[in-house]
């Protein structure tokens, strides 16, 4: 069997996947648009042995139960699509490597890019041939976010009623519209929630509902401000999307509170940059570190502004990325 490395760039929400309608199948309770990053990527690479009597999953060098335990079952999945396809008759395991060119737990996506990059090589080294929907539609049941990332450019995840109706598709390439993302690490720290529990939590908020009734008209503001590269209404959008986010995590019960002080630091520069006429705004997932996104031309101005901060730990610059590749290079 064939040994299969796979490089899948992580993604940032601007629409972002709240909740569930569907826990197993992970049919979110509303659609979703992302954009993949070209700087923030997983690479895994998989390979299914006779010689193997379990699968072996190491993730960024380290063995850990809880998210080992996630990968085998996704593999347990193309494990039964393939005898489905009669290109297996009994179980056979693999050895999965897997790495991040990124701090993973902190809010940075590191499970969308993983699980899109596990789905593909996995997929293809039992000897699959999916297409980008099939693989879309098994990468969701892994980690949601991941069946965005099996796509390049602006994306759109379809939430769906059912589990074949749920996939992500393109609708704009990365080079439609030139955005820059400033992804701003204010800190490495293990967030101590999971998107999963968080997830969970979701509809306790007493705003959600109110946030599912407008959700659809945003979708269609957000791809329409795309297709015209109208980046100030874009990112009105998306930075009004993200607020409205974390009111939703605030107001749970449990309340969750992920901002540290250096992320209020970033957010408030970026509203100042803004009102000096800087077009630059934010967007933050569930963690601490945060998204800021300009246009190229404004990229040093906002760099400068950043790195004054003392809270500014790093920050990684990234364009829109391709869909992912096949690499020749392999992990083992
Ligand atoms: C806030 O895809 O990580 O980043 O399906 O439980 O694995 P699971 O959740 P996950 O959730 C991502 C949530 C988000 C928003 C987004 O990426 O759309």
């Given amino acids: 069997m064939q040994k299969i490395t796979v490089k899948a760039g992580s993604d940032i929400a601007l629409i972002k996947y709240w909740g569930k309608k569907d826990k197993i199948l992970r049919l979110p309770a509303n659609g979703s648009i992302s954009m993949i990053l070209d700087s923030l990527f997983s690479t895994t690479t998989v390979e299914f042995s006779l010689s193997l009597s379990a699968d072996e999953v190491l993730i960024a060098g380290e063995v850990e139960e809880g998210e080992s335990s996630r990968v085998v079952k996704h593999l ?82 379809l939430d769906g009623e059912t589990s074949s109706e749920s996939y992500a598709q393109s609708f704009a390439g990365p080079n439609d519209f030139l955005i820059r993302d400033l992804v701003t690490i204010v800190s490495e720290d293990k967030k101590n929630l999971s998107s999963t529990q968080g997830h969970d939590l979701a509809e306790t908020s007493p705003f959600f509902a109110a946030r599912q009734q407008k959700i659809s008209a945003k979708l269609d503001a957000v791809k329409k401000a795309i297709f015209s590269n109208d980046f100030i209404t874009l990112g009105e959008l998306v930075e009004a999307e993200a607020l409205e986010f974390h009111s939703i995590l605030l107001t749970s019960s449990p309340t969750i509170l992920l901002f540290y002080p250096g992320t209020i630091e970033v957010m408030q520069l970026v509203r100042s940059l803004r009102s000096s006429g800087v077009p630059v705004y934010f967007t933050i997932n569930t963690g601490f570190n945060v998204h800021v996104l300009t246009l190229p031309e404004y990229e040093d101005q906002v760099l400068m502004a950043l790195k004054k901060l003392p809270s500014v730990q790093k920050i990684i610059a990234s364009s829109v990325g391709l869909k992912p590749q096949y690499l020749e290079q392999h992990l083992f």
């Fill in 76 to 157: 347990d999945r193309i494990r039964s699509l393939a005898k489905s396809n009669g290109l297996i008759d009994k179980d056979i395991f693999a050895k999965v490597v897997s790495e991040n060119n990124f701090p993973k737990s902190t809010g940075l996506s590191s499970s969308s890019s993983g699980f899109a990059a596990l789905t593909i090589a996995a997929s293809k080294a039992i000897g699959l041939n999916l297409s980008e929907k099939e693989l879309s539609i098994l990468a969701r049941q892994g980690s949601g976010s991941a069946c965005r990332c099996v796509c390049g450019g602006f994306v759109e995840w």
